[in-house]
């Protein structure tokens, strides 16, 4: 029996990915996790227990607010600093949204738990966007690193897979739409207000990807976006 995890965290990209592995792949069975580690809000999590209904075998939320207690530097983690938005961080190598070492946590989780369930891939969200944006564990040569880790196992050899590593937003919002993602059950904004901000550096990248394709984004905005001036449709 082929199985696999799912890190899912109900952002865009996580979303695309469990929506293409679910129609595109032969799994007998995908095990979802979403991660509550001290984040900001929890509105992506609701997203994800949105999406997987339906295509996974099991979705657990783990709890591992470690993280916010412990790596202060972030954003993210941190509510005394302020999300920084696209027009701060342009040429910063390393952004304050930036927290410490995270997709090195959730995939070491991922990859012992599908050790238990004898599952022999775990998916990773990261994207071309990622590491261009700063995020070293988002990068192709992290991928690369982390898989040559678990090689080390000798007995159960799991791989990670980032379908999405070398990927536009475009083309990521182009896949999710191919696939029939519910783009209003996804969540990206870091700040998580009742609406999108529309200028951190996570929604410009997002507005981007349906501005490109020529779709309107479904999600509501604090700020006032003039898809016909972009020539964009909704997505039927």
């Known amino acids: 029996m082929k199985k696999c995890v799912i890190p899912i965290s109900g952002g865009l990209d996580s979303t695309v990915i469990l929506n293409h592995v679910h129609k595109n792949y032969d799994f007998d069975e995908i095990h979802a996790l979403s991660f509550d580690y001290g984040q900001r809000h929890k509105k992506e999590i609701n997203c994800a227990v949105d999406q997987v209904f339906g295509k996974v075998k099991s979705f657990k939320t783990v709890k591992i607010d470690f ?21 701060d ?28 369930l004898g599952a022999d891939t775990v998916f990773h969200g990261s994207a071309l966007v990622d590491s261009e944006a700063g995020y070293w564990d988002g990068s192709k ?7 040559k880790h678990n090689s080390l196992n000798r007995r159960d050899k799991i791989k990670i897979e980032a379908p999405l590593i070398e990927l536009s937003k475009k083309e ?30 996570a929604c410009s990248s997002r507005l981007q990807g349906f ?26």
């Not at 182009?174 to 029939?180: A, H, R, W």
């Open 67 to 87: 993280i916010s207690q412990l790596f202060s530097t972030s954003s993210i983690t941190n509510p005394d600093i302020d999300v920084a938005e696209t027009k």
């Open 89 to 116: 961080v342009l040429g910063d190598p390393q952004t304050v949204n930036y927290v410490p070492n995270r997709n090195t946590i959730f995939l070491s989780i991922c990859t012992g738990y599908a050790e238990s």
């Open 141 to 147: 040569e992290f991928l690369t690193s982390i898989n």
């Open 172 to 201: 990521i919002v182009k896949l999710g739409i191919d696939c029939g993602v519910d783009f209003t059950k996804t969540w990206t904004c870091y700040k998580g207000q009742d609406k999108a901000c529309g200028t951190c550096p």
């Open 211 to 236: 501005i490109l394709n020529k779709k309107i984004d479904p999600l509501e905005y604090s700020i006032n976006i003039d898809w016909n001036k972009f020539d964009c449709e909704p997505i039927i």
